[in-house]
C-alpha cells in the first residue's frame, strides 16, 4: 500500500528549466506544484470529506443522547439498525477514509515534494556561474538548499492537514448549529470575527519575523562552515577566540530575531484563551437558555457543547499551523533569494557545441574589469596559432587568471571576443567549450570522494587501465598504492577528505595532473601546475607536463620562470595588456621587464612586487 502512494508522482519527472524563476513568493510554489496537482485535489477531498464525518459524528452523538431519553428495549427495537450501521461505519469506513487522507499526505506528497525542490533547486543553483558563487558563502547557499523543501513541505502539510480541514470544519460546525437552532450561529460568528481578526494580526507579524529569524540562521551558518572550511588558518593564525567572537554576533543576532518570532506567539496564546472562553460560554449558554426556554432538547445542548469544546482544542492546533504556514512561508522566501536568482551567464538560445578543428584561439579587444575601472584585462589582442606552447608571466594583478577565466567563459568578457576556430565563446555551449579545455589549477582541491572517482571526473567513461596510466603518467601511482583512510580503504579506493585535505599539497596536485591527463583535451591551461611539488617531483614530472602539451594548443600561467623558459612564446602582461611578446631568449635580449624577472628571481620564483 505505501508503494501505492509512495509511487504516485515522480519527484524527478522532466521539466522545462528556466533562466529567469519566478520572483514573487507564490508563483514560485506553484512553479513546483505542477506534478502534484491531480494528488493535491485527491488530497483536499479527502481532507474536507474528513472533517465532514468529524461534524458528522458530533451531530449524530446530540441525536443519540435524544433516542436515549425513552425506554431502552424501545429504542433499541426500533433504531437497532440504525446503531449497527452507524458502528459498521466508525469500526471500518471511517479508519479507511482517513487512512488514504493521511497517506495521500504523509506518503505521496510529503516526501516527494520536498525532494522534487530540493533537486530542481540544486540543479538550479548549479547553473550559476562561478562568479556568482564567489559572491556568496557557500554554507549559506548550502542551508537555503537543505531549509528550503522541509520548509515548502510544511506549507503543503498545513495546507491540506490544517487550513482545509479547520475551514471544512468550520462550515460544518455553522451547518450544525444553524440546524439545530440558527441563533446557536451567533456567537459562534462573532467568536470567528474575532479569531480571524487575532490570526490577522499574528500573521502580519509573524511572516517578517520568521524571514528575519531564517536569514540569521543561514548566517550563523555561513558563519561556522566558513571556519570549518577554512580550519588550517584558523589554528596557524591562533584566532580561535576571533572566530567564536566572530560567530557569537551571528548566533547573539539569531537569537534576538527568535525572541522577536516568540513573543508574538506569546501574545497570541494569551487571547486564544480568552477567546475560547467566550466560545464556549457563548455557544453553550446559549444551548442551555433555548432548552430551558424549551426550544432546544437535550442532545443540541450536548452537541453544542461537544462541537464548542472540539473547537476549544482545535484552535490553538489551528492558530500555530497558520502560524507555522507563514513561518515556513518566511523561510520560502529566505530561501528564494538564493534560489530564485536568474542565470545571469546563460548559452545562446539553440547554442550549439563547439566544433574543434584544430584549437586556434583568438582574443580580440578583450577586456574586462570586474565591475570597477581599473585591474583586470584592457582591450587585449593576442592570437595563439594550433598546436602553440604560450608562457604567461606578470605581476600580481595584472590580469592572467582573468584570461584564463574567461577562455573557460567563468564570466563574460566586458568588451571584446574570445574566438576558438573562429567561433565566439559565447555563442557555443558552455559544457562543450570547457569540455575541450584541461585546467590545472595552483589550487588543486579534491572531491571528498576516492582517489579513483577524482581522476575519472576527468573521463567518468575511462577504463581502469586508462585511469591507472594517467595516474602512473602524473607520478602518483606509487603514492596512491600506500594510501589508507579511517574506514580502512586503501590505495585507489581511500577517500580523500574535504577538498583533499588527507592529502599533501604535493600529492593533491599530482591527483589533478592525472585528472587533467586522463581529460586528455586539445586545449590545455596551466596556472601554477607545479607549484604545490617539490623539486625533485617537479623534476620528474616535467617530462611528462611537456609530453601532455604535444600536439596541444597551451596557455600556462607561472611565477616559476624556469617552468616556461622552454614555451613557443613568452606574454608578459602589465596592467592588463601584453608589454612583452616572444620567446625566453628573445625576451632576454630585450633587457625588458621579462629580464628584470628574470634576473630578480629567487629559487625560479618571480619576484611580483610593483618595485621589481
Same mark, same amino acid.
Given at each position: 500500500?505505501?508503494?501505492?502512494?509512495?509511487?504516485?508522482?515522480?519527484?524527478?519527472?522532466?521539466?522545462?528549466?528556466?533562466?529567469?524563476?519566478? !520572483?514573487?513568493?507564490?508563483?514560485?510554489?506553484?512553479? +513546483?506544484?505542477?506534478?502534484?496537482?491531480?494528488?493535491?485535489?485527491?488530497?483536499?477531498?479527502?481532507?474536507?470529506?474528513?472533517?465532514?464525518?468529524?461534524?458528522?459524528?458530533?451531530?449524530?452523538?446530540?441525536? $443519540?443522547?435524544? &433516542?436515549?431519553?425513552?425506554?431502552?428495549?424501545?429504542?433499541?427495537?426500533? +433504531?437497532?439498525?440504525?446503531?449497527?450501521?452507524?458502528?459498521?461505519?466508525?469500526?471500518?469506513?471511517?479508519? $479507511?477514509?482517513?487512512?488514504?487522507?493521511?497517506? &495521500?499526505?504523509?506518503?505521496?506528497?510529503?516526501?516527494?515534494?520536498?525532494?522534487?525542490?530540493?533537486?530542481?533547486?540544486?540543479?538550479?543553483?548549479?547553473?550559476?556561474?562561478?562568479?556568482?558563487?564567489?559572491?556568496?558563502?557557500?554554507?549559506?547557499?548550502?542551508?537555503?538548499?537543505?531549509?528550503?523543501?522541509?520548509?515548502?513541505?510544511?506549507?503543503?502539510?498545513?495546507?491540506?492537514?490544517?487550513?482545509?480541514?479547520?475551514?471544512? +470544519?468550520?462550515?460544518?460546525?455553522?451547518?450544525?448549529?444553524?440546524?439545530?437552532?440558527?441563533?446557536?450561529?451567533?456567537?459562534?460568528?462573532?467568536?470567528?470575527?474575532?479569531?480571524?481578526?487575532?490570526?490577522?494580526?499574528?500573521?502580519?507579524?509573524?511572516?517578517?519575523?520568521?524571514?528575519?529569524?531564517?536569514?540569521?540562521?543561514?548566517?550563523?551558518?555561513?558563519?561556522?562552515?566558513?571556519?570549518?572550511?577554512?580550519?588550517?588558518?584558523?589554528?596557524?593564525?591562533?584566532?580561535?577566540?576571533?572566530?567564536?567572537? +566572530?560567530?557569537?554576533?551571528?548566533?547573539?543576532?539569531?537569537?534576538?530575531?527568535?525572541?522577536?518570532?516568540?513573543?508574538?506567539?506569546?501574545?497570541?496564546?494569551?487571547? #486564544?484563551?480568552?477567546?475560547?472562553?467566550?466560545?464556549?460560554?457563548?455557544?453553550?449558554?446559549?444551548?442551555?437558555? #433555548?432548552?430551558?426556554?424549551?426550544?432546544?432538547?437535550? /442532545?443540541?445542548?450536548?452537541?453544542?457543547?461537544?462541537?464548542?469544546?472540539?473547537?476549544?482544542?482545535?484552535?490553538?492546533?489551528?492558530?500555530?499551523?497558520?502560524?507555522?504556514?507563514?513561518?515556513?512561508? /518566511? =523561510?520560502?522566501?529566505?530561501?528564494?533569494?538564493? %534560489?530564485?536568482?536568474?542565470?545571469?551567464?546563460?548559452?545562446?538560445?539553440?547554442?550549439?557545441?563547439?566544433?574543434?578543428?584544430?584549437? @586556434?584561439?583568438?582574443?580580440?579587444? &578583450?577586456?574586462?574589469?570586474?565591475?570597477?575601472?581599473?585591474?583586470?584585462?584592457?582591450?587585449?589582442?593576442? @592570437? %595563439?596559432?594550433?598546436?602553440?606552447?604560450?608562457?604567461?608571466?606578470?605581476?600580481?594583478?595584472?590580469?592572467?587568471?582573468?584570461? =584564463?577565466?574567461?577562455?573557460?567563459?567563468?564570466?563574460?568578457?566586458?568588451?571584446?571576443?574570445?574566438?576558438?576556430?573562429?567561433?565566439?565563446?559565447?555563442?557555443?555551449? !558552455?559544457?562543450?567549450?570547457?569540455?575541450?579545455? /584541461?585546467?590545472?589549477?595552483?589550487?588543486?582541491?579534491?572531491?571528498?570522494?576516492?582517489?579513483?572517482?577524482?581522476?575519472?571526473?576527468?573521463?567518468?567513461?575511462? @577504463?581502469?587501465?586508462?585511469? &591507472?596510466?594517467?595516474?602512473?603518467?602524473?607520478?602518483?601511482?606509487?603514492?596512491?598504492?600506500?594510501?589508507?583512510?579511517?574506514?580502512?580503504?586503501?590505495?585507489?579506493?581511500?577517500?580523500?577528505?574535504?577538498?583533499?585535505?588527507?592529502?599533501?599539497?604535493?600529492?593533491?596536485?599530482?591527483?589533478?595532473?592525472?585528472?587533467?591527463?586522463?581529460?586528455?583535451?586539445?586545449?590545455?591551461?596551466?596556472?601554477?601546475? @607545479?607549484?604545490?611539488?617539490?623539486?625533485?617531483?617537479?623534476?620528474?614530472?616535467?617530462?611528462?607536463?611537456?609530453?601532455?602539451?604535444?600536439?596541444?594548443? =597551451?596557455?600556462?600561467?607561472?611565477?616559476?620562470?624556469?617552468?616556461?623558459?622552454?614555451?613557443?612564446?613568452?606574454?608578459?602582461?602589465?596592467?592588463?595588456?601584453?608589454?612583452?611578446?616572444?620567446?625566453?631568449?628573445? $625576451?632576454?635580449?630585450?633587457?625588458?621587464?621579462?629580464?628584470?624577472?628574470?634576473?630578480?628571481?629567487?629559487?625560479?620564483?618571480?619576484?611580483?612586487?610593483?618595485?621589481?
Amino acid at each position: 500500500m505505501f508503494r501505492l502512494f509512495e509511487n504516485l508522482v515522480d519527484p524527478y519527472v522532466p521539466y522545462a528549466e528556466t533562466d529567469h524563476p519566478p !520572483q514573487r513568493l507564490w508563483p514560485f510554489i506553484r512553479a +513546483y506544484c505542477g506534478p502534484f496537482r491531480r494528488v493535491f485535489i485527491w488530497t483536499a477531498l479527502f481532507s474536507v470529506l474528513v472533517a465532514a464525518i468529524e461534524v458528522g459524528l458530533i451531530s449524530y452523538m446530540g441525536r $443519540l443522547v435524544d &433516542l436515549l431519553v425513552g425506554d431502552p428495549a424501545q429504542v433499541w427495537a426500533a +433504531y437497532r439498525h440504525e446503531l449497527i450501521a452507524m458502528a459498521v461505519f466508525i469500526l471500518l469506513l471511517r479508519p $479507511l477514509v482517513q487512512v488514504v487522507d493521511v497517506a &495521500l499526505l504523509n506518503n505521496a506528497v510529503m516526501p516527494n515534494f520536498g525532494t522534487l525542490i530540493r533537486w530542481r533547486a540544486h540543479r538550479q543553483v548549479l547553473r550559476q556561474s562561478v562568479g556568482w558563487f564567489e559572491n556568496d558563502f557557500a554554507g549559506r547557499i548550502a542551508n537555503r538548499i537543505m531549509q528550503t523543501p522541509p520548509a515548502a513541505g510544511e506549507v503543503v502539510f498545513q495546507v491540506f492537514d490544517a487550513i482545509s480541514f479547520s475551514l471544512a +470544519y468550520l462550515l460544518g460546525a455553522a451547518i450544525l448549529l444553524t440546524v439545530a437552532d440558527p441563533r446557536l450561529l451567533l456567537p459562534l460568528v462573532g467568536w470567528f470575527v474575532l479569531y480571524g481578526l487575532l490570526i490577522r494580526w499574528t500573521v502580519q507579524r509573524v511572516g517578517p519575523a520568521s524571514q528575519a529569524a531564517s536569514n540569521a540562521r543561514s548566517a550563523v551558518t555561513g558563519r561556522v562552515v566558513d571556519a570549518y572550511t577554512n580550519i588550517h588558518s584558523v589554528k596557524m593564525f591562533a584566532h580561535h577566540d576571533q572566530e567564536l567572537d +566572530y560567530a557569537k554576533e551571528a548566533i547573539e543576532d539569531a537569537r534576538r530575531t527568535f525572541q522577536v518570532e516568540m513573543r508574538i506567539f506569546t501574545i497570541m496564546d494569551f487571547f #486564544l484563551v480568552v477567546l475560547n472562553g467566550v466560545l464556549i460560554v457563548g455557544v453553550v449558554g446559549w444551548a442551555i437558555l #433555548l432548552w430551558m426556554n424549551g426550544s432546544a432538547s437535550v /442532545g443540541v445542548v450536548a452537541a453544542a457543547a461537544t462541537l464548542t469544546l472540539r473547537l476549544n482544542a482545535m484552535t490553538g492546533w489551528i492558530m500555530w499551523a497558520l502560524t507555522s504556514f507563514f513561518r515556513q512561508l /518566511g =523561510v520560502v522566501a529566505e530561501g528564494m533569494e538564493t %534560489i530564485a536568482q536568474p542565470i545571469a551567464l546563460t548559452d545562446a538560445p539553440g547554442a550549439p557545441p563547439l566544433r574543434l578543428s584544430d584549437g @586556434t584561439i583568438e582574443l580580440r579587444d &578583450l577586456s574586462h574589469h570586474y565591475g570597477q575601472t581599473s585591474g583586470g584585462l584592457d582591450r587585449l589582442n593576442l @592570437t %595563439i596559432r594550433r598546436g602553440e606552447k604560450i608562457g604567461l608571466v606578470g605581476r600580481s594583478g595584472a590580469g592572467k587568471s582573468t584570461l =584564463v577565466k574567461l577562455l573557460l567563459r567563468f564570466y563574460d568578457a566586458d568588451g571584446g571576443q574570445i574566438l576558438i576556430d573562429g567561433q565566439d565563446i559565447t555563442t557555443v555551449s !558552455q559544457d562543450s567549450l570547457r569540455r575541450q579545455i /584541461g585546467m590545472v589549477q595552483q589550487d588543486s582541491a579534491l572531491l571528498h570522494r576516492s582517489v579513483r572517482d577524482n581522476i575519472l571526473y576527468g573521463r567518468s567513461d575511462a @577504463t581502469e587501465a586508462q585511469m &591507472l596510466d594517467a595516474a602512473k603518467q602524473a607520478q602518483a601511482h606509487e603514492f596512491i598504492l600506500g594510501l589508507t583512510d579511517p574506514e580502512g580503504r586503501r590505495g585507489y579506493d581511500a577517500q580523500v577528505g574535504e577538498r583533499g585535505v588527507k592529502l599533501s599539497g604535493g600529492q593533491r596536485q599530482r591527483v589533478t595532473l592525472a585528472r587533467v591527463i586522463l581529460k586528455d583535451a586539445p586545449i590545455l591551461l596551466l596556472d601554477e601546475a @607545479t607549484s604545490a611539488l617539490d623539486s625533485e617531483v617537479e623534476a620528474a614530472i616535467q617530462d611528462t607536463l611537456y609530453g601532455m602539451m604535444e600536439g596541444k594548443t =597551451v596557455l600556462a600561467i607561472a611565477h616559476r620562470l624556469s617552468t616556461i623558459a622552454k614555451m613557443d612564446r613568452i606574454l608578459v602582461l602589465d596592467d592588463g595588456r601584453i608589454v612583452e611578446d616572444g620567446p625566453h631568449s628573445a $625576451l632576454l635580449a630585450q633587457g625588458g621587464l621579462y629580464a628584470q624577472f628574470w634576473a630578480r628571481q629567487s629559487g625560479g620564483f618571480l619576484q611580483v612586487d610593483d618595485d621589481a
